[in-house]
């Protein structure tokens, strides 16, 4: 085996091997592209996420309503005497199942609820005509949730 020297022979060069110590020893800007890449994938593409739960689920929702009946039992002494001086007042409110409070309404003649203090509303004199007055059971969940039943109505003439 024999050596050449000419024009046409480059000079041998070294080459140096990718061991895993180099491989180690990527320059920062690969890793700051790779990062922005991946940060890229993740943002542009969030179908990628969502194409691997492919598979649907069904089930019931229990929904449920509570009617509460007309209070039975109630009594409520309702008069308007000469001179129209009218006064309704709830005697028993009596009983509705599931019930945890009671509600006293009045409606004047021309449809408008008036306040009422309690259990009991007088007015003198009166509007001429039919007042109205119902007692409902009320079922309280929370402070904003409240189930109101049927009403117990009565009617008084002036």
Not at 40 to 56: E, K, N, R, S, Y
Request: aromatic letters at 8%.
């Amino acid at each position: 085996m024999e050596w050449t020297t000419g024009p046409d022979r480059k000079p041998p060069t070294l080459r140096r091997s990718r061991s895993t110590a180099d491989a180690g020893r990527t320059p920062a800007s690969g890793r700051v592209a790779a990062v922005l890449a991946a940060a890229a994938v993740l943002v542009l593409a969030p179908g990628i996420a969502q194409a691997a739960f492919t598979g649907t689920a069904t089930g019931s929702t229990s929904v449920g309503t509570m009617s509460m009946p007309a209070p039975t039992g109630a009594s409520v002494v309702a008069v308007c005497p000469s001179g129209r001086k009218l006064s309704i007042t709830v005697v028993s409110y009596g009983y509705v199942p599931r019930a945890t409070g009671y509600d006293f309404t009045v409606t004047d003649p021309s449809g408008n609820n008036v306040p009422t203090s309690g259990a009991s509303y007088s007015q003198h004199p009166a509007a001429a005509g039919t007042w109205t007055y119902q007692i409902h059971g009320l079922y309280t969940v929370s402070a904003s949730n409240v189930w109101i039943g049927q009403p117990f109505t009565g009617t008084v003439v002036c």
